[in-house]
């Protein structure tokens, strides 16, 4: 029935039943072996120095009830280049606090004057008992414990005594750890998925490693040792080349080490972040099925004592079933006929948020046959239940990918499998950030006609990374191959292959375009076509964004976004053809009064809107207007995020979107009436460092004015030195909308000659060369010394 063998067997799952591993990476066995090494010596050199100071501080090696204990990695003989010395001073209470003071301090401060990082204590035995019962993590660095020097006994004595009450307490330990992995993982994040992960505190880390050999130690659960110790001193060899690297103790596998670190291991840098994801997510996997057998053992035991009859298998699916809290496949499926039994075996285990017996899940990697191509209704049926199970599907296809049971299913997936993304908002690897956009495509199914298409979109949005070309384009040309093989019709191959296509069209046209422009919503209807496409495209933008960081769906960027799909759909419903108002404005808000607005008029306004405000700003307008309030705002420590500019007569009335909520108007209008006096010399002010700037001009449908993208080192200033230079050229902004990625700003300028005409290319182009010579220019250059 697919029940689980003996205890202590979940080893890593093989490709087809060979025994080839799924993920391959040809570590240097002579550089691990030499890592290792080092790690002794290390502990071995800091054991000969704390035998000398013990000696010179005592008079004998073996002073009786007193003994140096190294507890942690350093007790396990794991020095890495930079790790601390984790130290007790143990002694028997009968020993006088006089003489214990002597001989710590006699060997502290020789440490500390030969600045060893230290972390060191103070304890008799009786304390370290008491602290070991208190804090499950004082007794599992005491399970690690080992004498340095003076009274050996002391040390066993005091183990064996801990190890006792560990297994004693072990339920109640295994729930305190338990609530704490979990914490820290939802703090820290997994090795195998997070942009950059922690080598020791992520999910799948170091401290998972040395929590299995904890829970080895409480004899109510087994697993493969060697296996286990294998996976960590593969993390314990690259801790000390990032160690190495860096020059200092860091667990964070920071990209811009991994080069570095990929050539002390004569890998290639993708291959080297790949091999260590791989890593973490087998420690991952190790620590998963070790905490469900532990959860098995527990039950197992609850039942013997209140008298249970046995099992029995609970029916979900033709040969799938629920035994034992587990999802089986039953004795009688056969997987060689019948390969969709994967599907409904995986997609039970998701819905129910159960764990996929292991081996069942081996018997699959063995037995599995092929699926016929394309896919019968019910096959593809079964995988969408699966894509939108929620967080269950993540949990299950990560299993079944480490099984390898994914490229079965999906060969193109070895494209993205623990590949990191190259834009810094990202908080994973591109596969586990297509997960967790289907994550989010189930909680939006309620939102669009076809939830079964949004799950698949959101799964393949960018399966196109990693390969030569624009991944959207790539994407849509592989999603059409793919979704044929899966057996949908051909209508629905093109609508999810054109929302791959345009995944990111909405977001950046929102951020970077003139959302008020008319134009710029026909522009995107002429794309999107259909209502129906709009809210398949709207929604998978927002499970990208979701599925990307907090700061890609920001308030701001959301607020964007939605305006952008309500204008579209104004304009595909045929209803945007008369717009009442000023051209630039937005139509749902009203115009400031004007009446009584002189030359040295100036009047602030300001809202909170999204995470940061709105700005209005009405004066009399005058050439370089809209460059200096761009200045006075910079100056005020506010990111700008767009700007529009409306005029009539001599009045001009300016739109600011900043960061920043809760401005005082007041004070921000006693700021900018001192820049529009000319008290300020915003060149002194807003220089900035030289940059590599891309200046061009933007590819665009039908556009009422030139747009000007400029792409550089975000930083204070950077608005006004563009908006002043397009302005020193005798052009006019018409409205300007910024995005920042990381550190790189991405400004697009709307702008248009002195007659209100888009600019003819050879305008265009020596304006870019303008703006980038401003950019790069010294500040010497740009006050006009």
Known sequence: MGRAGRVGRPGAYRRDGRGRPLTEVPWSSDLSTQLAQQRRDRSDEADRLLRQLFMETTGSSESGGLALVAIGGYGRRELSPFSDLDVVLLHDPAVSPVRVEEVANGIWYPLWERRVALDHAVRSTPQMRARADDDYRAAMGMLDARSVAGDED??????????????????????????????????????????????????????????????????????????????????????????????????????????????????????????????????????????????????????????????????????????????????????????????????????????????????????????????????????????????????????????????????????????????????FTIDRHSLEACVQADALSRDVARPDLLAVAALLHDIGKGRRGDHSEVGAVLVRNILRRWGFPDDEVDVVSRLVRWHLLLPTVATGRDIEDPLTAANVAEIVRSSSFLDLLAALTACDAMATSDQAWSGWRRG???????????????????????????????????????????????????????????????????????????????????????????????????????????????????????????????????????????????????????????????????????????????????????????????????DGAPLAPATASGLCDAITAALTAGPSARRGD
């Open 154 to 427: 002391l040390v066993t004595a005091l183990r064996a005594d801990v190890l006792r009450a560990w297994r004693r307490r072990a339920r109640e330990r295994v729930a305190e750890v338990r609530a704490a992995r979990a914490a820290r993982i939802g703090r820290a994040g997994w090795l195998a998925h997070d942009a950059m992960p922690d080598l020791k505190e992520s999910g799948g880390g170091l401290r998972d490693s040395v929590t299995l050999r904890a829970l080895l130690a409480t004899w109510l659960v087994d697993l493969p040792r060697k296996d286990a110790e294998r996976l960590r001193a593969r993390l314990l060899d690259v801790r000390d080349t990032v160690h190495e690297a860096a020059g200092r103790r860091t667990d964070k596998l920071i990209p811009e080490l991994v080069p570095e670190l990929a050539e002390r291991w004569s890998l290639a840098p993708t291959d080297f972040d790949v091999g260590v994801r791989d890593v973490g997510r087998r420690i991952a996997h190790l620590a998963a099925v070790t905490w469900h057998r532990l959860d098995e053992s527990l039950e197992r035991d609850r039942h013997r004592r209140v008298g249970r009859r046995g099992p029995r298998i609970e029916t979900e699916a033709p040969g799938v079933g629920v035994l034992d809290r587990e999802v089986v496949i039953t004795r009688d499926a056969d997987p060689r006929t019948d390969p969709e039994v994967m599907l409904r075996f995986a997609a039970t285990a998701a819905r129910r948020r159960l764990p996929m017996n292991a081996a069942a899940v081996q018997r699959l990697v063995q037995d599995l046959g092929e699926l016929p191509e394309p896919w019968p209704e019910t096959t593809r049926r079964w995988f969408v239940e699966l894509l939108s199970a929620g967080r269950g599907a993540v949990e299950v296809w990560e299993e079944l990918d480490l099984a390898g049971l994914i490229d079965r299913l999906l060969p193109e997936w070895s494209g993205i499998r623990l590949r990191g993304s190259s834009s810094p908002v990202h908080r």
């Open 560 to 754: 964007l976004v939605l305006g952008l799909v309500e204008k579209v759909r104004s304009v595909l419903a045929g209803t945007d053809d008369e717009r009442p108002g000023y051209e630039g404005w937005p139509p749902d808000r009203p115009m400031p009064e004007l009446s009584g607005v002189t030359e040295q008029t100036v009047r602030v306004a300001t809202e909170n809107h999204h995470d940061g405000s709105l700005v209005t700003i009405v004066s009399g307008d005058r050439p370089g207007l809209l460059a200096d309030l761009a200045g006075a705002l910079s100056t005020a420590g506010l990111s700008i995020r767009s700007a529009r500019i409306v005029t009539e007569a001599n009045v001009a009335v300016t739109l600011w979107e900043v960061s920043r909520p809760d401005l005082d108007a007041q004070v921000l209008q006693q700021r900018v009436r001192r820049v529009l006096d000319g008290a300020v010399d915003l060149a002194a002010r807003l220089t900035a460092v030289e940059d590599h700037p891309r200046v061009g001009v933007l590819d665009a449908m039908e556009q009422t004015a030139t747009l000007i993208e400029v792409r550089a080192l975000d930083r204070r200033g950077l608005m006004w030195t563009v908006a002043r230079t397009i302005t020193d050229a005798g052009h006019l902004i018409r409205s300007a909308h910024t995005s920042t990625y990381g550190d790189e700003a991405r400004d697009v300028f709307y702008v248009v000659d002195a």
